[in-house]
């Protein structure tokens, strides 16, 4: 089972160019989400999603935008990327049936912005 | 707002020894609460989970008991592995997984 699968594993950027993070589950889970990982900071979350055309903000989501067409996949978007958000970012999804709690992690992307 | 606040490591330890990392949240309710164990270059992954007070959750060895009058979650482990190294979250969820919060993590060196 291929489970979250996050592409790239790493990536640098210069200041002021734009990615998208992809992310995609193959276990038919409604809700999907973004963490970004600092040190001494544990995981933040970025924006999620309860379900396909459904999104929102969660606690940091300045500089970033997301969609959710379709429910296997959930990229996360740079517009325009800052030395601030060079992180370790973590897609991470749910049956967020209010039983099944527990998330599933992708293996994570290193991101570096110069 | 809730959050959750576990100790800071690094925690070093020789094989065998006893375990405990410390976590206490601030939440109104009951909300479910989780110990996620993260392998360097992996991501997070689920060691245990209780859902209410008084409730003990238990994997590989790992024990963590809710307690809602000290709103305390703490992790526990009789004799550690140099395998247990790894960095370990303590987090909280009120509905389905949906907006899951994290602590800051506390890293875990056992040396042999």
């Known amino acids: 089972n291929a489970g979250v699968t996050q592409t790239p594993k790493f990536q640098v950027l210069k200041t002021g160019q734009s990615m998208t993070l992809q992310c995609a589950q193959d276990m038919n889970h409604e809700y999907m989400s973004w963490y970004r990982q600092d040190p001494g900071m544990g995981l933040r979350l970025i924006h999620y999603s309860v379900g396909a055309g459904i999104t929102d903000q969660g606690e940091v989501p300045n500089g970033y935008n997301v969609s959710r067409s379709t429910t296997e996949d959930f990229p996360l978007r740079l517009l325009s990327a800052a030395p601030s958000q060079t992180s370790v970012y973590f897609c991470?999804?749910?049956?967020?049936?209010?039983?099944?709690?527990?998330?599933?992690f992708g293996s994570g992307t290193q991101l570096s912005v110069l | 707002g809730d959050s959750v606040t576990q100790m800071e490591g690094p925690v070093t330890l020789s094989e065998e020894a006893f375990l405990t990392i410390n976590c206490t949240y601030t939440?109104?309710?009951?909300?479910?609460l989780f110990w996620y164990v993260q392998y360097p270059g992996e991501g997070l992954q689920l060691l245990l989970k209780a859902t209410k007070a008084d409730d003990k959750g238990s994997n590989k060895g790992f024990e963590a008991t809710y307690r809602k009058e000290t709103t305390s979650f703490h992790l526990e482990k009789g004799s550690v592995q140099v395998s247990d190294s790894a960095v370990y979250f303590c987090?909280?969820?009120?509905?389905?997984?949906?907006?899951?919060?994290f602590g800051a993590g506390t890293r875990l060196f056992v040396k042999a």
């Open positions: 987090a909280l969820s009120r509905t389905g997984g949906f907006k899951t919060i």
């Open positions: 991470a999804s749910s049956y967020g049936d209010g039983l099944n709690e527990k998330l599933f």
């Open positions: 939440a109104t309710g009951y909300p479910s």
